[in-house]
């Protein structure tokens, strides 16, 4: 492996960098103090042509390959990663499966124009009683003359409340089989959705719903790829990523970290930098040696997923370590700044509250150590 960046992917990193710094950054605090997700910025970010980075040129994206992917919300995560969550629920979750089963009259008119910004999309998966337990999904569909009637619930949906469309897993037969879970790609509004928002804690700027589904009518042209048994096809999502996700918790352990760096530089207590006193010292230098261990992490992981060799524990590996490097490292940065880190005017609480959605979203880290632990052949 080559262990350094293409000058098109250096070029892609200092172009993501800048529009980070000019668009998203005036407006993170006051997305995250007003809950608002700042949809015009989604229009910008179509403009510069990177709403689809890793899908090929052909199918309407940028072309690029999963590194690059990944410097992508490297860089976005780095200033607000509310903002890059609603966009990779959106660019991976929301369409990657489209992408991958759909047919073509639905990549035409699903995965086109949300590639476009026409149109943003959500993935609704995870339900009142069945989060980590997949088996546990009780969204059922029923056949009906000409397509399928949806009915149950789906929590903690990123993007359900602004939709235009969702992909909703539901069980189309009783058996717990992986056949018997499919996904629906369901246009909004439908009289049979109500979506209501839900306040959090973490990634505010991001809008999440809990989602209510009684007797959804769903045409037959909207069952994702034409066929029942897409549940290979979620796991498949889910793994691939995961290596994406852990590139934005690289982004949010670096922009702890930056911000602890400056404020040690710039602090001083009985006239030293505070950063010259070693507990200080030792603390940040913690920060870049994990930063450090977990960026190449990182980059292998995705080099692996674009040599078409990642596997299931191997994702795990890096989610597991980056989404628990960036809480440990934001809450360094906290520590290091002392009373400012606890107030509104420093990024570094917003940042450790947002890393700490990562070592739950798109599967906690217990999920990621028994797949590890199933790869040595343990049963957790
Ligand atoms: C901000 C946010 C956005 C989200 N966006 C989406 C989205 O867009 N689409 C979507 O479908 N979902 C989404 N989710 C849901 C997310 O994927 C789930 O919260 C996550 O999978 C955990 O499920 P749960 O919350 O039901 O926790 P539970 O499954 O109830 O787990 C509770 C605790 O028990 C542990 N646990 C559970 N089972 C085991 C086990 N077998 N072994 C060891 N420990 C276990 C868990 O690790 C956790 O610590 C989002 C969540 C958040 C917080």
């Not at 492996?1 to 710094?21: D, H, I, K, Y």
């Not at 072309?63 to 629920?89: H, M, P, T």
């Not at 639905?106 to 910004?117: I, M, S, T, V, Y």
């Not at 420093?346 to 999920?367: C, K, N, Q, S």
Request: proline letters at 4%.
């Amino acid at each position: 492996m080559n262990f350094s960046f293409s000058p098109e992917q250096e070029q892609l990193r200092e172009t993501v960098r800048r529009f980070a710094e000019a668009e998203l950054k005036p407006l993170v605090s006051a997305a995250d103090d007003d809950e608002i997700f700042p949809r015009e910025l989604f229009r910008r970010w179509a403009e510069l042509g990177l709403l689809g980075v890793r899908y090929p040129e052909e199918d309407g994206g940028a072309g690029f390959d999963k590194v690059s992917d990944c410097i992508v919300r490297e860089e976005l995560s780095r200033i607000n990663q509310a903002f890059a969550s609603s966009w990779s629920a959106h660019t991976h979750l929301g369409i990657w499966p489209i992408w991958k089963a759909g047919t073509a009259e639905q990549r035409e008119r699903f995965f086109r124009p949300a590639l476009r910004g026409e149109k943003i999309a959500a993935f609704g998966l995870s339900e009142p009683d069945g989060g980590s337990d997949i088996r546990a999904l009780k969204t059922r569909a029923e056949k009906v003359s000409g397509g399928w009637r949806l009915t149950g619930s789906k929590m903690y949906i990123t993007n359900a409340p602004i939709a235009d469309f969702i992909l909703v897993a539901a069980r189309t037969r009783p058996e717990l089989t992986p056949d018997a879970v499919s996904l629906f790609i369901v246009q909004q509004p439908n009289p049979g959705f109500s979506i209501h928002r839900m306040k959090k804690e973490g990634i505010r700027g991001s809008d999440t719903g809990l989602i209510h589904i009684d007797e959804a009518f769903v045409p037959d042209d909207c069952l994702l790829g034409g066929r029942e048994g897409t549940y290979p096809v979620i796991l498949e999502s889910l793994s691939e990523n995961r290596v994406g996700v852990a590139a934005n918790c690289l982004g949010m352990a670096r922009g702890a970290y930056e911000a602890a760096l400056a404020y040690a530089r710039e602090r001083k207590v009985r006239g030293r930098p505070i950063g010259d006193y070693q507990a200080i010292a030792h603390r940040l230098a913690d920060m870049a040696a994990e930063i450090e261990a977990v960026r190449w992490l990182v980059y292998y992981g995705a080099w692996r997923v674009d040599q078409g060799d990642i596997d299931a524990a191997t994702a795990a590996k890096v989610k597991l370590m980056a989404s628990e490097a960036a809480v440990r490292i934001s809450e360094s940065a906290i520590r290091v700044h002392g009373g400012a880190g606890i107030m509104r005017e420093f990024p570094v609480g917003r940042i450790h509250r947002d890393a700490l959605v990562y070592v739950i979203g798109e599967g906690t880290v217990e999920i990621q150590r028994n797949i590890i632990a199933r790869s040595l052949g343990f049963k957790p």
